[in-house]
């Protein structure tokens, strides 16, 4: 049954349910308490979300990506940053395709001062990414800046401007060119920034 309503046809939304076939699948039973967990975690209950990952990795035999996220963030959270990187190296090792995990690699490596090392992860990251990605460029820069490869560092935070226009990649910009003494494009920068 049509219904006309300002001239406009509706069809019942029970009608369209009907002619639908919906499936609803179960999650994988590796994955069925991730949201759990990620619940906990967002309510700032860690102790019981790394109680739960703990025994959902041996449940899952230690196939779930998901709970090696999560449990590579908390211990991030937490500052245990080489357990951290032990845990994103193990998603990364699950799902050597996901931007995500390459990132986290680049920035654990990045917080432990091997800088060559998160350049080659960030750079890793950029080739696998199918989308530009704003945070790849910005990381890459804020690296080659302290790398002391200035030309790339500029290089690579104007493609973050680019791609995402994010105040912290402007604040990059205006420190690469006052760091070069080009006041004048600095200036620009920031104005550029408050547009």
Not at 89 to 111: D, F, H, M, R, S
Request: aromatic share 8%; glycine share 4%; charged share 30%.
């Amino acid at each position: 049954m049509t219904l006309m309503l300002n001239g406009t046809k509706h069809i019942p939304a029970l009608a369209v349910a009907q002619r639908t076939s919906i499936r609803y699948t179960e999650p994988a039973p590796t994955e069925k308490l991730n949201w759990l967990i990620h619940l906990q975690h967002v309510r700032g209950d860690t102790e019981t979300c790394k109680e739960l990952i703990k025994k959902e990795i041996v449940n899952s035999e230690g196939r779930n990506e998901f709970l090696f996220f999560k449990q590579g963030s908390i211990l991030k959270e937490e500052g245990k940053v080489a357990e951290a990187l032990e845990s994103f190296q193990i998603c990364l090792k699950l799902n050597p395709e996901n931007t995500e995990n390459i990132k986290e690699v680049g920035a654990c490596l990045y917080y432990l001062g091997r800088y060559k090392l998160a350049l080659d992860a960030y750079k890793e990251a950029e080739r696998v990414t199918k989308l530009p990605d704003w945070q790849v460029f910005h990381r890459i820069a804020e690296t080659n800046l302290i790398l002391e490869d200035i030309e790339q560092a500029k290089h690579y935070i104007r493609q973050a401007i680019q791609y995402g226009k994010n105040e912290s990649s402007y604040a990059l910009l205006v420190k690469l060119l006052k760091k070069q003494a080009d006041y004048k494009a600095a200036l620009a920068a920031c104005k550029s920034s408050i547009e």
